[in-house]
């Protein structure tokens, strides 16, 4: 549906490029992408993105209207050239789409020259730090629906074309299916709905139109009972019609709550149908449900069997964006470092590798260890910040999270399907234990920085300051 | 850079479409697009996106691609035929883009059979709601940087394309320029940018990279001077850049603070560059900036020239999302009402205009009032909820802001641009009082309804009661 050409940028790359380009300074770099807070107060995240921007970036190039438009900004006729030519023909080592991923370690990696490095940046965080954000979301109102049918609704209050693939990050992050038409299409994404306050409102009369709807759309038929009053009008009328459908061999699918109080109305519904004989019509409910109202409606036992949730899903509200960052770590053969007057912020120098740490029985035990890249196996992992917290690992087993996804800008493996995506993560959001799964506190996952890496770091911080 | 086709919708609107087809029912209609919910706790809102979606509307079809997945998805050979055929034809009013909205009262109105209607709903709340919101957003900004120019920097951190929009709508709402260039192309926005971190880490030696810099980008030279640290090593080397520069008949254009206490570093600047005889040379500053920030910087007379905002301003935080919906009022000649158990959410029936009133010296009175379509001017308004609150306006100058801006499927004035519809804006805001425009509490304006709205809205709810 888009058509991203490399204009899709900040102007700032361009002037940058232009004068590596210039001063023969496009040497070969490294740049880390990775957040520094945990979006949601949560204890973890759901990484997602990589297999679309592996996509964008084998596509990417400068149209001639590009071309064009530049001209007009100062540029000159000879980088301009140098544009039309431009591929993204680097390197980059990624943890897999759909791990579960923590704040300070490098998710991705990308080797290349510093011209195309840069001005693949800012398509790039704005692919995963959205489709990040958004599966993370997901899977929290996943870790709290259990096995309930999860759909998104959202693409009304999306923010404009983020709508499109905050629908495809759901899926990442353990959503069932989606309204969202044109996502399904192009994803091979479960697609359903319902029916409006408007279609029941364009009749005189509302049996009239669910005998309408069911006869027309007698699969996968779900009535709205909120139009006008839900347990006076809008269930007396869904059940009539249900068992005017059975009459016909057919069944209704559910029934659709789109406002009050959804606990006890589903509870009333719910009764309601049994009593008619329908246990098997389902209950659907929506209306500004996000992980708590969720979580609320399960304690309570409300019998709602699908829940559709919309805005706070399709924006990961309240948070609204990853802070998700791609700091320069190596170029022209030395490691690089940005200072700052925090320690946290300081940037973590050199080409490096992230170690998952399980034990004898192998299981997780919380902790992701970041090396040099030539490091193989670490000893100890180093809190970044604090000094005296280290944690011995050397008799652990260490797994490395950052593999090829791409090289000389053409992928290395075949694009994974949504479902792939998706499966895979669940498997790896169950490996992590619960407590860092909650809401409240979640437990702290350990990240640290290995014995060289530290050493590498404080080296250049105190080269810096002198 | 987007191919909208018509299925960028949700399920529900083709599955209720062909209900409608089937069944004979597909009457002509009007929904009206209306928010409840100010956004940001403010006191007005920026109308924005409607050129947009009026440019969307005349292009909008379904693809082979559409009606080839489609007919996965139980839809009908005769309807899908009819949905290759699909353009939207109907009528649409609207207030002007860039107009000053409040809640409750209808912003825009289509006119259409209800199948066009319908299927359009999904790409029109999905943009009118997002570009509302960034336009607001910037507004917001806007009033309390005075005459600072004020640049977007968000694209990294938006909601993925959504970023593409944001720009856009930040410029409505009064921003100067973007670093977003695609937007810039298509949309004829100024655009501008410095140089990242990564610029100053790829060199060895701060002071060869601002030199580099400078030589060759020397229009709109800006130096980001917080790379190591600010006043010992950043500020030093662009004054001695900056001294380069005017020997060879150049200026330094900006320096840029990313990072630290911005109200304190901005005047050390200050009085290290106007030392330093350069006081032409502009103070930019970033980071983590949106409405309070920047009022709290200019309350300190912090000496920054131009101010780049990022995430909160193209995610519009906190918010994130505007209320807006697309309510049914009329079909099949007759008007229609959504009702609910509270009576603020009770829809507004049939065909309608709004007022903004002014009174005899042309001041606006801070009311609009929302009528009947055929009514030509309003004796009285109600409180659309609270009973006994009415207000007499039949002195009063009342001006009708919803005009018609598409008609049979085609807008009837040429596309306006950005400049246009900002300076619009602009001149707008302008009329509104500034007890409207505080942060901490504004003052509410007063929407209201018209006495035969108002008796039409409560004999409809007392004939749905029975």
């Known amino acids: 549906m888009f058509q991203f050409t490399a204009t899709y940028t900040d102007l700032y790359q361009l002037s940058m490029a232009q004068v590596y380009f210039n001063k023969n300074q496009n040497q070969q770099a490294v740049f880390d992408y990775f957040f520094r807070k945990l979006p949601f107060k949560g204890g973890y995240a759901i990484f997602a993105g990589l297999e679309e921007i592996l996509s964008i970036l084998e596509d990417l190039r400068f149209s001639e209207e590009d071309i064009e438009y530049l001209k007009q900004h100062d540029f000159e006729p000879k980088f301009l050239n140098y544009l039309k030519d431009f591929r993204f023909r680097g390197t980059i080592n990624s943890v897999a789409e759909g791990e579960v991923v923590f704040p300070t370690a490098p998710i991705l990696q990308v080797e290349a020259n510093l011209i195309e490095a840069q001005i693949i940046e800012t398509i ?52 069932n299916g989606s309204s969202n038409v044109i996502t399904g299409r192009d994803y091979n994404i479960s697609i359903s709905g319902t029916m409006a306050h408007a279609f029941v409102q364009s009749y005189d009369d509302e049996l009239v139109a669910f005998r309408d709807f069911a006869e027309n759309r007698p699969k996968n038929c779900v009535l709205l009972v909120d139009t006008y009053n839900t347990l006076k009008s809008g269930m007396p009328n869904a059940i009539t019609v249900a068992k005017e459908m059975e009459s016909r061999g057919q069944k209704l699918l559910a029934i659709r709550l789109d406002s009050g109080d959804l606990a006890y109305l589903s509870k009333q519904c719910r009764k309601m149908l049994d009593a008619a004989g329908l246990d098997y019509v389902k209950i659907a409910a929506s209306n500004q449900l996000d992980e708590y109202v969720i979580q609320s409606l399960q304690n309570q036992n409300a019998p709602i069997d699908i829940y559709g949730v919309g805005t706070n899903l399709v924006i990961g509200k309240p948070d609204g964006a990853l802070d998700g960052v791609y700091k320069l770590s190596f170029a022209n053969n030395k490691p690089r470092i940005k200072i700052s ?59 490395a999270l950052l593999k090829p996804v791409m090289q000389n800008g053409k992928r290395n493996h075949p694009k994974k399907s949504i479902e792939e995506i998706a499966n895979f993560s669940k498997q790896q959001l169950a490996l992590l234990p619960d407590e860092y799964k909650r809401f409240d506190n979640p437990h702290i996952y350990k990240v640290g920085i290995s014995d060289r890496l530290k050493e590498e770091r404080d080296r250049l911080i105190a080269e810096h300051k002198n």
Not at 354 to 361: G, L
């Open 341 to 399: 007057e925090s320690i946290s912020k300081v940037t973590l120098p050199h080409k490096k590798q992230v170690y998952r740490i399980f034990n004898e029985d192998g299981q997780q035990i919380g902790a992701d260890a970041i090396g040099l890249a030539d490091e193989w196996h670490l000893n100890r992992m180093h809190h970044p910040v604090e000094p005296f917290k280290n944690l011995v690992i050397a008799t652990l087993k260490q797994e």
């Open 124 to 175: 790039l965080l704005n692919t995963l730090n959205f489709q990040t954000l958004i599966a993370t979301k997901a899977s929290r109102i996943r870790n709290v629906a259990g096995d309930k049918t999860l759909l998104d609704f959202g693409l009304r209050r999306a923010q404009g074309p983020g709508g499109y693939y905050a629908t495809r990050a759901a899926m990442v992050g353990g959503f």
